[in-house]
């Protein structure tokens, strides 16, 4: 998938596409069939209904979405009308377009969730070799735009790793559950055909094995219907906020010490990179200036997705439901196109050790040192590091934790 408004798109593969949703959708349909057949609820029968729908339905499915809201009501159609006589009364039988749908983009997501893990771990290991070797490398610290006082670039390295680390903490600790609720999220439909079909002595029992057994199928986590609760939606974004919040910080600061009249760092020579279109002396510092780009719109995006939920009305929303889909799609693939952009600036950093130095010589930023050794009538230390190995240290044993985890 690309996009020439947002370069990089597709860096974000096939994760949340048309065509990779549908899929997730038949397989939510599949898996919940499968279900009901193990609960003795539906003939048994063969349950994998991904060979009915063929790569051309994916358009004509879309085009038709418009009539009833959502895609699920064609493809239900769709799915009866190619499964023959004998499975299609039971296709799609105590669900309703909402479980669908939201049960398939937490399907969708938590391959999102996996790439995102492994780019966040590559990154940690980055960070944390850049804050090892660089832990006693000078450079100036800057405050509110000015030279502040002596630092290294470990130290900062390792504030931009602890940053990541949060981002990971954050994502590590989403869960993807199903949404299996039926028409008004009570199993209703699926009570009664426990009641009718089977006898059983505790329907609603059953009913919870079959919503049980249909989340395991997709592996996703088992949750009572949170129809209109829509915490699973927001904490995902929040966490995929986390991750663009994580990074726009490290881009910022590329931006920032990448300028000719500092020099500090420089992002990744290529073929290309950074060119512009008329002045043919630049070197724009592109990967950090899209990550930015990434960082900046995605909390607007998860924004829209907590208005949503704080809107969500009765038992399905009237619109409130219907924005987070794209809205979750766009900020899930953004999020991956800037932790690939991420990993990749981070990976061919380049540090000017010279430079760092000549900045820092070019003037004196020890005066609150001096104070100190006046004030208390000892000479000062040879530097003014502080506790940079401590920090750092701590640091790196946190990156170990997360990676060893």
Same mark, same amino acid.
């Given at each position: 998938?690309?996009?020439?408004?947002?370069?990089?798109?597709?860096?974000?593969?096939?994760?949340?596409?048309?065509?990779?949703?549908?899929?997730?959708?038949?397989?939510?349909?599949?898996? +919940?069939?499968?279900?009901?057949?193990?609960?003795?609820?539906?003939?048994?029968? /063969?349950?994998?209904?991904?060979?009915?729908?063929?790569?051309?339905?994916?358009?004509?499915?879309?085009?038709?979405? /418009?009539?009833?809201?959502?895609?699920?009501?064609?493809?239900?159609?769709?799915?009866? *009308?190619?499964?023959?006589?004998?499975?299609?009364?039971?296709?799609?039988?105590?669900?309703?377009?909402?479980?669908?749908?939201?049960?398939?983009?937490?399907?969708?997501?938590?391959?999102?969730?996996?790439?995102?893990?492994?780019?966040?771990?590559? *990154?940690?290991?980055?960070?944390?070799?850049?804050?090892?070797?660089?832990?006693?490398?000078?450079?100036?610290?800057?405050?509110?735009? *000015?030279?502040?006082?002596?630092?290294?670039?470990?130290?900062?390295?390792?504030?931009?790793?602890?940053?990541?680390?949060?981002?990971?903490?954050?994502?590590?600790?989403? @869960?993807?559950?199903?949404?299996?609720?039926?028409?008004?999220?009570? +199993?209703?439909?699926?009570?009664?055909?426990?009641?009718?079909?089977? #006898?059983?002595?505790?329907?609603?029992?059953? &009913? !919870?094995?079959?919503?049980?057994?249909?989340?395991?199928?997709?592996?996703?986590?088992?949750?009572?219907?949170?129809?209109?609760?829509?915490?699973?939606?927001?904490?995902?974004?929040?966490?995929?906020?986390?991750?663009?919040?994580?990074?726009?910080? =490290?881009?910022?600061?590329?931006?920032?010490?990448?300028?000719?009249? =500092?020099?500090?760092?420089? /992002?990744?020579?290529?073929?290309?990179?950074? #060119?512009?279109?008329?002045?043919?002396?630049?070197?724009?510092?592109?990967?950090?200036?899209?990550?930015?780009?990434?960082?900046?719109?995605?909390?607007?995006?998860?924004?829209?997705?907590?208005?949503?939920?704080?809107?969500?009305?009765?038992?399905?929303?009237?619109?409130?439901?219907?924005?987070?889909?794209?809205?979750?799609?766009?900020?899930?693939?953004?999020?991956?196109? &800037?932790?690939?952009?991420?990993?990749?600036?981070?990976?061919?950093? *380049?540090?000017?050790?010279?430079?760092?130095? !000549?900045?820092?010589?070019? !003037?004196?930023?020890?005066? /609150?040192? @001096?104070?100190?050794?006046?004030?208390?009538?000892?000479?000062?230390?040879?530097?003014?590091?502080?506790?940079?190995?401590?920090?750092?240290? !701590?640091?790196?044993?946190?990156?170990?934790?997360?990676?060893?985890?």
């Amino acid at each position: 998938m690309t996009n020439l408004l947002w370069p990089g798109e597709e860096r974000a593969g096939e994760h949340m596409t048309d065509p990779a949703l549908l899929q997730a959708m038949v397989a939510v349909e599949s898996a +919940w069939l499968g279900a009901l057949m193990a609960a003795g609820l539906a003939p048994a029968a /063969e349950v994998d209904l991904r060979p009915l729908v063929e790569e051309q339905d994916c358009a004509r499915l879309a085009c038709g979405a /418009e009539d009833g809201g959502n895609p699920v009501i064609g493809l239900v159609a769709l799915l009866r *009308q190619r499964a023959g006589q004998a499975l299609s009364p039971w296709i799609h039988r105590g669900l309703t377009s909402q479980d669908v749908i939201d049960t398939a983009l937490m399907v969708a997501l938590r391959g999102v969730i996996a790439q995102l893990d492994d780019q966040l771990a590559t *990154q940690i290991d980055t960070l944390s070799a850049l804050a090892d070797a660089h832990r006693g490398t000078p450079m100036v610290a800057r405050t509110l735009t *000015q030279h502040a006082a002596p630092t290294s670039f470990g130290a900062k390295a390792a504030g931009w790793l602890n940053g990541v680390l949060d981002a990971h903490d954050r994502l590590v600790a989403l @869960r993807t559950p199903a949404q299996f609720g039926g028409a008004v999220g009570t +199993w209703a439909a699926t009570v009664e055909l426990a009641r009718s079909g089977s #006898g059983a002595a505790d329907p609603a029992e059953l &009913a !919870e094995r079959v919503v049980r057994t249909a989340a395991t199928t997709l592996g996703l986590d088992y949750r009572v219907p949170w129809h209109t609760a829509r915490g699973p939606v927001t904490v995902a974004a929040d966490a995929l906020v986390a991750c663009t919040d994580s990074w726009g910080h =490290i881009a910022s600061d590329i931006v920032t010490l990448a300028r000719p009249e =500092i020099g500090e760092l420089g /992002e990744p020579a290529g073929a290309g990179r950074g #060119g512009s279109s008329s002045m043919t002396h630049k070197r724009n510092p592109v990967l950090s200036i899209l990550i930015r780009r990434a960082a900046l719109a995605a909390p607007p995006l998860a924004a829209t997705l907590h208005q949503a939920a704080a809107l969500a009305n009765d038992e399905r929303p009237d619109g409130a439901w219907h924005v987070e889909w794209d809205t979750l799609r766009t900020l899930a693939r953004r999020t991956l196109v &800037a932790g690939s952009q991420c990993g990749e600036l981070l990976a061919g950093l *380049q540090v000017h050790a010279g430079r760092m130095a !000549e900045n820092l010589s070019a !003037e004196d930023l020890l005066g /609150e040192q @001096r104070a100190i050794a006046e004030l208390t009538g000892r000479e000062p230390s040879p530097t003014y590091f502080g506790a940079i190995d401590r920090l750092i240290d !701590e640091s790196l044993r946190g990156a170990r934790r997360a990676v060893d985890n």
